[in-house]
């Protein structure tokens, strides 16, 4: 008998814990989400990997290195969505990648990092793939317009 009860408990919690990880909230999908869901638009759409350096003062373009960058945005100039690499404040190393971005045209710009000790300006471009380059990126340089 103790056995038996043993298991019935075990059963009951395991049915129990499966039971809460469900929800039905996860499985209502509204009208517009299922027309987006079934539209071939969100198939179709193309994104781009953006590859992000830095343009220096005197005009040289850093691929390499480990520089004050808070992150890198880009932002739809026409819907103003943005995609940002936010990777957690301080030094970053570059290149920095951001994949999914899709076609359009942006305003790409860095936020300042923990230190506060550069600043950045920001470039407009188009992101397509007449600018994907030989190494499958769209690379952008972010220009510097002030250090300490």
């Known amino acids: 008998m103790k056995k038996f009860t043993v298991k019935a408990l075990l059963f009951a919690g395991l049915i129990s814990v499966v039971a ?16 987006r869901l079934n ?12 590859r992000y350096g830095l343009l220096s003062q005197s005009g040289v373009k850093i691929l390499s290195g480990s520089y004050d960058v808070g992150s890198f945005v880009a932002t739809n100039t026409a819907t103003g969505e943005t995609f940002e690499t936010y990777a957690g404040g301080g030094f970053q190393s570059l290149p920095k990648y951001y994949d999914g971005v899709p076609a359009g045209t942006y305003t790409f710009s860095a936020m300042q990092g923990q230190g506060g000790w550069v600043g950045y300006g920001s470039v407009t471009g188009v992101v397509s793939d007449s600018q994907v ?10 220009p510097i317009v002030w250090e300490e």
Do not use: H
């Open 39 to 50: 539209s071939k638009e969100v198939s179709k759409t193309k994104t781009y990997q953006i």
């Open 20 to 35: 809460s990880c469900s929800s039905n909230d996860d499985l209502i999908v509204s009208d517009a989400q299922r027309e």
């Open 133 to 142: 380059d030989a190494d499958g990126y769209i690379t952008v340089y972010i």
